[in-house]
């Protein structure tokens, strides 16, 4: 099978590439040399901002986006990445005769969510179930594996904080890329799975101060982990925001306004790979 992967150069992406490792891999990528260095096989477009024409060229069969940030830029804004490249995406692979367009969403995707992030991934829905097209919305809790960007960074504010504060009334319900990446690869090769959202979620609800703890604790660091009522971070937000890569920005912070658990009205990874 012919399948495009938008944004596969992250740690997700990656094993979503060991799970789709048989099919021919499309990687429109803005630096392609990275994945011929890592010996993964597949052809490597230029990205770029055309990403209808992109598609189209690349006549795919499945179209996988997982294309998202969690903090804006001067050059890559919410709307940008989640509402208009998909849209991009979409035109593309409609006019391609795509059979199938899968999303990466995110447990929280509401039009009336606090935060842009959220209400963004939930443009992108929107976009892709008006799409005409065959589709399939994953919305993930907090996604844990190799190469996690927020354990990597725990683990440098580690060596010269002895005591962590962080919100105790923030709930997450951590899944691990391995299983997302193998919902993704059911999605892509099952005809039968379509024109459905599934929410991704591990079986424990930690808060966010249990999160921080246990991944200190994975990467060898023994740091007390005090957990504060969420809203006396708001006033530090200010103070955050001069710093290189702020603890918390506004967006993580209001993202943090409601739990990053199932809501139980959509089917989650157990019973998409086992068929129940």
Partial sequence: MKILIAGAGGFV?????????????????????KFRRAGVKGSFPVFNGDLEKLVIGSAPEVVINLLGIIRETPGASFDLVHREYTARLLAGARAAGVKKFIQMSALGAAPGAPSEYHRSKFAGETAVR???LPYVIFRPSFITGPGQKFSRDLEKLARFIPVFAVPSDAFVAPV???????CFGRAAEDGAVKDEIFELAGDRVLSFRQLVAESLKASGFNRPVIGLPRKLFFPLLPLFSLLPEPPMTLEQYLMMASPN????????????????
């Fill in 13 to 33: 992406g990656g094993a979503l590439l060991e799970r789709l490792a048989a099919h021919e891999i499309i990687l429109p990528s803005r630096e392609p040399e």
């Fill in 261 to 276: 658990v199932p809501s139980g009205e959509f089917r989650g990874a157990e019973e998409l790979l086992t068929g129940a």
């Fill in 176 to 182: 691990e890329a391995a299983v997302v990446a193998a």
């Fill in 130 to 132: 008006e799409s005409g």
